[in-house]
T-cell receptor, first 116, second 114 residues
């Protein structure tokens, strides 16, 4: 079955430190992969996406993610975290349902806290 | 810019009330989605619509219904609200051609049922 796993529920880092949020997926075909961010009280915003080509993708706000097919992973990274990065981060994979409609399968999210 | 608006940011209703949550998009997209979001459970798809008057159940449709009478508007209906429907509700639409898997979200409605 298709699934997305984010192994870390909560992560705390210090401002200026590097960050890596993990995402593993289970999907039979070539995946369409996404990272979204949700600031407190807000909707979700697309950070970056991978469809094909270069396995290292750049996103907004200085984030990047690397697709590793051999590890079924799509980890999100940022070299230096800012206090404003405190938010919830969701990984998702694109899939088709039984009616061939496109949908996203979501991880449960990782909550990021940033210490000053 | 893609715009998805939801009728209320915060809503408080009593058990047994009928509740309408409205979502409006300005992208003329066929598909619209309703999710609920709960701590530790992530986003769960309630219903989606792939055209006017067309709907399909998501992963957790029980206790909900939807209405899509016009392309730009997708309503989520709680026929008889219960306390376990206290949650945050998010509406979304896909991206355009070549970005059909992407989702653009409204700001969400925090519903409390007392």
């Amino acid at each position: 079955a298709q699934s997305v796993t984010q192994p870390d529920i909560h992560i705390t880092v210090s401002e200026g430190a590097s960050l890596e949020l993990r995402c593993n997926y289970s999907y039979g075909a070539t995946p369409y992969l996404f990272w979204y961010v949700q600031s407190p009280g807000q909707g979700l915003q697309l950070l970056l996406k991978y469809f094909s080509g270069d396995t290292l993708v750049q996103g907004i706000k200085g984030f990047e993610a690397e697709f590793k097919r051999s590890q079924s992973s799509f980890n999100l990274r940022k070299p230096s975290v800012h206090w404003s990065d405190a938010a919830e981060y969701f990984c998702a994979v694109g899939a088709r349902n039984a009616g061939n409609n496109r949908k996203l399968i979501w991880g449960l999210g990782t909550s990021l806290a940033v210490n000053p | 810019d893609v715009k998805v608006t939801q009728s209320s940011r915060y809503l408080v209703k009593r058990t047994g009330e009928k509740v309408f949550l409205e979502c409006v998009q300005d992208m003329d997209h066929e598909n619209m989605f309703w999710y609920r979001q709960d701590p530790g459970l992530g986003l769960r798809l309630i219903y989606f619509s792939y055209d006017v008057k067309m709907k399909e159940k998501g992963d957790i449709p029980e206790g909900y219904s939807v209405s899509r009478e016009k392309k730009e508007r997708f309503s989520l209906i709680l026929e008889s609200a219960s306390t376990n429907q206290t949650s945050r509700y998010l509406c979304s639409i896909p991206g355009g051609q070549g970005a059909e898997y992407e989702q653009y979200f409204g700001p969400g409605t925090r519903l409390t049922v007392t």
